[in-house]
């Protein structure tokens, strides 16, 4: 079963716009994980947050965890076109295995 | 630094026949994990192996099975097809057991159930 649940499903924006993406989850966790897909090809990891961390950066990526709230979001500053795929977010627990939530759809008009 | 690296890219196969899938992890990795995306399901834990043991499974039926070579690449076998079987398969590798953390993914395998 999908531990994550990723809010919204969809998110249409302009370029230079910032978009934010929401992950919810069920049980504890060792790390949380975010990764980029486009077009049904392999998944690309973009940060990887602790359970004893709050906010990681990446260049234009912020991540923040709240673990009393069981939640995540990633941010995505002054969006590109390129930035256009679907993002998921993973939970990682003691078991090796990653835990998928649906994933955000994320359109990027030029 | 190559990347991990999966093969058939594409695989066409008719229900009842088996399908084996390949991955080479990163140089280095001693982990190899196996996830299946299939339509409207999302992507689901298949496999985890490391050392040449199998970890963690997922909720699979038997007949997905695979293994792990002593350069730990792996091999994903799915035996008895079934339509449903139709889906996008990657895999990914990390460091081991002991600095589980980031798990980097190959671009798949899409295999296709006739």
């Known amino acids: 079963s999908q531990q994550g649940e990723e809010d919204p499903q969809a998110l249409s924006i302009q370029e230079g716009e910032n978009a934010t993406m929401n992950c919810s989850y069920k049980?504890?966790?060792?790390?949380l994980q975010w990764y980029r897909q486009n077009s049904g090809r392999g998944l690309v990891h973009l940060i990887l947050i602790r359970s004893n961390e709050r906010e990681k950066h990446s260049g234009r990526l912020r991540v923040t965890l709240d673990t009393s709230k069981k939640s995540s979001s990633l941010l995505i500053t002054a969006s590109r076109a390129a930035d256009t795929a679907s993002y998921f977010c993973a939970t990682e627990s003691n078991t090796g295995k990653l835990i998928f939530g649906q994933g955000t759809t994320l359109q990027v008009k030029p | 630094e190559a990347g991990v690296t999966q093969s058939p890219t594409h695989l066409i196969k008719t229900r009842g026949q088996q399908a084996t899938l390949r991955c080479s992890p990163i140089?280095?990795?001693?982990?190899v994990y196996w996830y299946q995306q299939a339509l409207g399901l999302g992507l689901q834990f298949l496999l985890w192996?490391?050392?040449?043991?199998?970890?963690n499974r997922g909720n699979f039926p038997p007949r997905f099975s695979g293994r792990q070579f002593p350069n730990y690449s792996s091999e994903l076998n799915v035996n008895a097809l079934e339509l449903e079987d139709s889906a996008l398969y990657l895999c990914?590798?990390?460091?081991?057991?002991?600095?589980?953390?980031?798990?980097?993914f190959g671009p798949g395998t899409r295999l296709l159930v006739l």
């Open positions: 049980t504890s966790i060792n790390n």
């Open positions: 140089s280095g990795h001693t982990s």
């Open positions: 990914a590798s990390s460091l081991g057991q002991v600095a589980r953390g980031t798990q980097y």
């Open positions: 192996y490391d050392e040449g043991e199998e970890r």
